[in-house]
């Protein structure tokens, strides 16, 4: 089996930061990418940034220039430093990654529980 569990969610005040944390544990052979997604009430899941294996990455629009994404391919982890954080980035926080077994064919896509960021103004 394949968990990933995050971390780092809260209450924070407009403008401030907060570092969100995904760890992968399980039967891991390899990690393709992973990546933040996050929903807010009534509104449909959407992309926050992605990594891939050789650290390139890619960030929505909204978030370019305040957000940051990392990882420690030794901890199999990624993280997400949000920064001059907005009452807009109140959501659920879900991080993902595509990742092969052992003994198993193929990639997987698998995803964390959530944590909630709740940005007040």
């Known amino acids: 089996q394949v968990q990933l569990v995050e971390s780092g969610g809260g209450l924070v005040q407009a403008g401030g930061s907060l570092r969100l944390s995904c760890a992968a544990s399980?039967?891991?052979?390899?990690?393709?990418?992973m990546a933040w997604y996050r929903q807010a009430p009534g509104k449909q899941r959407e992309l926050v940034a992605r990594?891939?294996?050789?650290?390139?990455?890619n960030y929505a629009d909204s978030v370019k220039g305040r957000f940051t994404i990392s990882r420690d391919n030794a901890k199999i982890a990624v993280y997400l430093q949000m920064n001059s954080l907005k009452p807009e980035d109140t959501a659920v926080y879900y991080c993902n990654a595509n990742i092969a077994r052992y003994y198993s064919d193929g990639y997987y896509l698998y995803w964390g529980q959530g944590t909630q960021v709740t940005v007040s103004s």
């Open positions: 399980g039967s891991i052979k390899s990690i393709i990418a």
């Open positions: 990594i891939t294996s050789a650290s390139s990455t």
